[in-house]
């Protein structure tokens, strides 16, 4: 026993003892399983005004014939003046399907003035990628459960 | 002796990896049976049992590899170049390095970070090891341009392999197709509309050369008639409110028109395009 | 010679099979890769590995054949990391009796229950008390009067809740208590009343300045250009002067109102977001427990 190469052997035993170990691979964070997912080329499109007519009753339907005429002759000719998003016109009409002609317009209103407001950027409007303030209609119609940040 | 010793304890280890290496080529075969039929998560994780009882790591490579395509086909790219970073370092040849690297750069190109894709091209240019491979990267390169909407560097890309390569042909094509921004702009500023009659909405440039033109008569009208505020009103309000949104609508008109042009060559690539896609 | 080298060839022989049957012992067994042992070991990789999913799906192979109290933890652990509470309460429930690992089941029931954001169930198991826990009782106390913190529910005596705290965050606590009873809320009627009066003034109420000042800019500017029309004997701008006046005028009442509502949800939210970023600095004064 003392002529073998006890350094041999006792090498040989590290190498196998340290394949023992596996690899040790970073933390996961697949939580959630997951299927195939085809991945689009083509880039995103630029966002048009949306002519939908809501047909959810015929005020609506009316509403929604008188904003899209507003947006073919003027709308789509003045360039892009509203700061907010939704713009002025959407949000009217999203006030009034939340809530009522009147109080739709109240809203939009309330809306219009706080647009003619120079120094809007220092009240709390979240500011979204587009640049552009949000401030949608829900958080007007006086029911403070629907309010959002 | 000696050889008599070197002889057992070869004969013991061959003995003690082979019968394990049947059991590990059988869950291979599993995990790659789940990735062919797509799923990839379950793949993933027989990919990950097969390299924790792969104690010699003889599948090391594959397994990273693996498992950065899955994550690549689930659309998940950071883990995918994690994955592909591994089978990087786990390479045990000069092939299975620059494939592993090239996966990358697709990923990179996915997920739409040009710069780093194009940086590690030039990587792989600049490495000597791969002096052979130009054209695979100059591939990849021109793809990288392509998905960054850069046809004519993509179109140059492509030149370098081949002047009259298909992709090369199709990037020229569609450079070519697209309308200069610059003038459509610069045409709204001398006659609101002109710009965009040139990006092809011809209704909305000749609305707008209307409405420029009633703004215009009614401001001048007011100023004869000594209207002055109702001039300047009209003038703010809705002279200079339409001159500048046909000037918008101009860069906006010639943006959707490229857009449009980019798109239809994107999915040609996309659905008919036949060689090899990122 | 001869005997004596082949002695140290077998004794030499039989070290290296010894020791490859260690080896083999330390590596996982790629005898049957599924095989319940292969399962958890895999399992507690994965674990460690924080692949939780994945981890929870052989843990769940490995109990059908075997029973540790261990494992079942650590699937209901897996369970709650990625936010599957349910199943995390189930399993923890299993733990209640006859383990050893009853007590951090109990506490981590809680906890579950808490991230699950039913903070009245929580209130009332609290209470219950097979559920209860001798070993963390005063955590299991603690969680409970900090959901008053978390939701709409009346808060308690002050000291009933402060006392479950260190000294150290006391000042800390006490001051979001005293926020959360009184909070410095805007009132809607009060900022639709002022701004009948002086148009803007509601906004300037709920801190809108800018606004307060359009409307009243707005308001002046249109009725002095309606009232300015009608002496002139212009009717017709005269009226829309008038219904611009109006226009703005009634939409700034509304507007003051709802701003008033705004202000409030704002503060609310300021609230819920400082509360939660404290807990969770301190981890929700729990501790760690992991198996």
Not at chain 1, 78 to 92: H, M, Q, R
Request: aromatic share 16%.
């Amino acid at each position: 026993m003392t002529r073998l190469n006890i350094g041999k052997i006792l090498s040989i035993c590290i190498y196998l003892f340290l394949f023992s170990f596996p690899y040790n691979l970073n933390a996961q964070t697949d939580w959630v399983r997951w299927e195939g997912k085809e991945t689009f080329y083509q880039l995103p499109a630029t966002h048009n005004h949306d002519y939908t007519v809501d047909k959810s009753s015929f005020g609506m339907i009316l509403l929604s014939v008188l904003r899209n005429t507003y947006y073919f002759f003027i709308s789509d000719l003045d360039g892009d003046n509203c700061p907010f998003e939704p713009s002025c016109s959407a949000f009217f009409l999203q006030s009034v399907k939340e809530t009522s002609i009147i109080k739709g317009t109240l809203m939009f209103a309330d809306r219009f003035t706080r647009d003619l407001n120079f120094f809007k950027g220092m009240n709390h409007y979240a500011l979204l990628a587009s640049k552009k303030f949000s401030d949608p209609a829900y958080n007007y119609t006086l029911h403070s459960a629907k309010i959002k940040f | 002796m000696k050889i008599r010793f070197t002889a057992i304890l070869l004969l013991s280890t061959f003995l003690f990896t082979a019968k394990a290496q049947d059991h590990l080529l059988i869950q291979s075969d599993y995990a790659n049976n789940l990735f062919n039929s797509k799923q990839y998560y379950d793949a993933i994780t027989e990919y990950k049992r097969l390299q924790f009882f792969d104690s010699t790591k003889t599948f090391n490579y594959e397994i990273n590899y693996k498992i950065g395509e899955c994550y690549k086909a689930g659309a998940k790219y950071d883990d995918a170049v994690k994955y592909f970073s591994f089978a990087e370092l786990s390479a045990r040849n000069e092939d299975e390095h620059f494939d592993s690297k090239t996966q990358i750069i697709r990923t990179n190109i996915l997920r739409r970070t040009t710069d780093r894709a194009l940086q590690l091209c030039d990587e792989l240019e600049k490495d000597q090891r791969f002096n052979g491979k130009s054209d695979q990267i100059n591939y990849w390169r021109g793809w990288a341009f392509i998905l960054a909407d850069n046809w004519e560097y993509a179109a140059k890309s492509f030149a370098k392999i081949n002047s009259n390569h298909e992709l090369k042909i199709l990037a020229e094509q569609t450079d070519k197709a697209k309308v200069s921004v610059t003038f459509a702009k610069v045409i709204s500023y001398i006659l609101p509309g002109a710009g965009a009659i040139y990006s092809g909405k011809i209704l909305s440039g000749l609305m707008s050369i209307g409405w420029n033109l009633l703004s215009g008569y009614w401001t001048v009208n007011s100023f004869i008639e000594d209207r002055v505020f109702d001039g300047v009103v009209v003038a703010e309000l809705v002279w200079l409110r339409f001159y500048r949104g046909a000037i918008q609508n101009a860069e906006e008109f010639a943006l959707e028109k490229n857009l449009e042009v980019s798109n239809k060559s994107l999915r040609y690539l996309q659905n008919e395009y036949k060689g090899i896609k990122p | 010679m001869k005997t004596k080298t082949n002695k140290r060839f077998i004794v030499a022989f039989f070290f290296l099979i010894v020791l490859l049957n260690t080896a083999n012992c330390q590596l996982p067994t790629a005898g049957n890769i599924f095989s319940p042992q292969n399962r958890l070991q895999f399992g507690n990789f994965l674990y460690k590995d924080r692949d939780y999913l994945r981890a929870a799906e052989e843990f769940k192979e490995y109990l059908k054949n075997e029973s540790n109290d261990t494992i079942v933890f650590r699937l209901a652990n897996s369970y709650f990391k990625i936010g599957l509470f349910t199943e995390a309460v189930d399993n923890f429930k299993g733990l209640f009796f006859g383990s050893q690992l009853s007590e951090e089941a109990r506490l981590l029931f809680y906890e579950t229950i808490f991230f699950r954001n039913d903070y009245k169930s929580l209130r009332e198991l609290a209470d219950e008390k097979n559920y209860s826990s001798s070993k963390f009782a005063k955590e299991i106390e603690r969680l409970k009067y900090m959901s008053y913190f978390f939701d709409n529910s009346a808060l308690p005596d002050e000291n009933l809740v402060l006392k479950n705290f260190p000294d150290t965050v006391q000042s800390r606590l006490v001051n979001f208590y005293q926020q959360k009873k009184f909070p410095q809320h805007k009132s809607p009627t009060t900022a639709a009343i002022l701004s009948t009066f002086i148009p803007g003034a509601g906004k300037i109420y709920t801190g809108e300045v800018g606004d307060g000042i359009t409307s009243l800019i707005a308001t002046a500017l249109t009725t002095y250009l309606a009232v300015t029309n009608f002496n002139a004997d212009h009717q017709f701008r005269g009226w829309l002067f008038s219904g611009l006046a109006a226009f703005f005028y009634a939409g700034n009442i509304y507007g003051s109102a709802a701003s008033a509502q705004i202000y409030n949800a704002r503060i609310q939210f300021n609230f819920n977001k400082e509360v939660k970023l404290f807990f969770e600095q301190r981890n929700y004064f729990l501790p760690k427990i992991d198996y």
